[in-house]
């Protein structure tokens, strides 16, 4: 298996501009979560997925920022407008129980300008 | 609620000496107790983990760690640390199946982990 594909690596973007992070998990995989990593905050859960059901979304900033999952194999970030506080490394994380460990993907870098 | 703490945020250690990275946690319930590896610019990787069983559990790359209900702990050892160790790790804790945060895990602020040569 290829393990958790993101995209884009890296994004540079312009204040107020929509940015989208892709995230594909692992397939046969029934959580999926959205993570963001700073210096300042460490590692924040935003909001995760099971069964393709937002489960806890108590996580994401503001509104922001939104979460989709149309299908067991695809799940989406948007941040729309964004601002330079967002710019951060956004991690994608899948796994299949609830009691496993986190595959993590190699994560979004996002840099708003 | 649950949480994680890791109480420093660095430690250093010679090549060959053993190394301990603490981590304390709270959960109701049952804990599920994780740790990660996070080489710059990568994903967090997978080391080892504690669900039932045995307090000492071993890992990828010589890692164990020893779970320690009494004292909530969790903390990672190595018997010899390698230049190649450096790196920063995560310790996390995750709701049980039962448990109102089921699935959720939920990670400390990371150590960083320097090994001299």
């Known amino acids: 298996d290829a393990g958790v594909i993101q995209s884009p690596r890296h994004e540079v973007t312009e204040m107020g501009q929509e940015v989208t992070l892709r995230c594909k998990p692992i397939?046969?995989?029934?959580?999926l979560f959205w993570y963001r990593q700073t210096m300042m905050r460490g590692l924040e859960l935003l909001i995760y997925?099971?069964?393709?059901?937002?489960?806890?979304d108590s996580g994401m900033p503001e509104d922001r920022f939104s979460a989709k999952m149309p299908n067991a194999s695809f799940s989406t970030l948007k941040i729309q407008p964004s601002e330079p506080r967002d710019s951060a490394v956004y991690f994608c994380?899948?796994?299949?129980?609830?009691?496993?460990?986190?595959?993590f993907g190699e994560g979004s870098r996002l840099t708003v300008l | 609620a649950q949480s994680v703490a890791q109480p420093e945020d660095q430690v250093n250690v010679a090549e060959g000496n053993p190394l301990t990275v603490k981590c304390t946690y709270s959960?109701?319930?049952?804990?599920?107790l994780f740790w990660y590896v996070q080489y710059p610019n990568r994903g967090l990787q997978f080391l080892l983990k504690?669900?039932?069983?045995?307090?000492l559990v071993k890992g990828s790359y010589g890692f164990e760690a020893e779970f320690n209900k009494s004292q909530t702990s969790f903390h990672l050892k190595k018997p010899s640390a390698l230049v190649s160790d450096s790196a920063l790790y995560f310790c996390?804790?995750?709701?049980?199946?039962?448990?109102?945060?089921?699935?959720?895990?939920?990670f400390g602020d990371g150590t960083t982990l320097t090994v001299k040569p």
């Open positions: 994380a899948s796994n299949w129980r609830s009691t496993g460990e986190l595959f």
């Open positions: 397939s046969g995989h029934d959580y």
């Open positions: 997925f099971n069964n393709n059901v937002p489960i806890d």
């Open positions: 959960v109701s319930g049952n804990p599920y």
């Open positions: 504690y669900i039932t069983g045995d307090n």
């Open positions: 996390a804790v995750r709701g049980g199946p039962s448990d109102t945060n089921a699935g959720k895990s939920t």
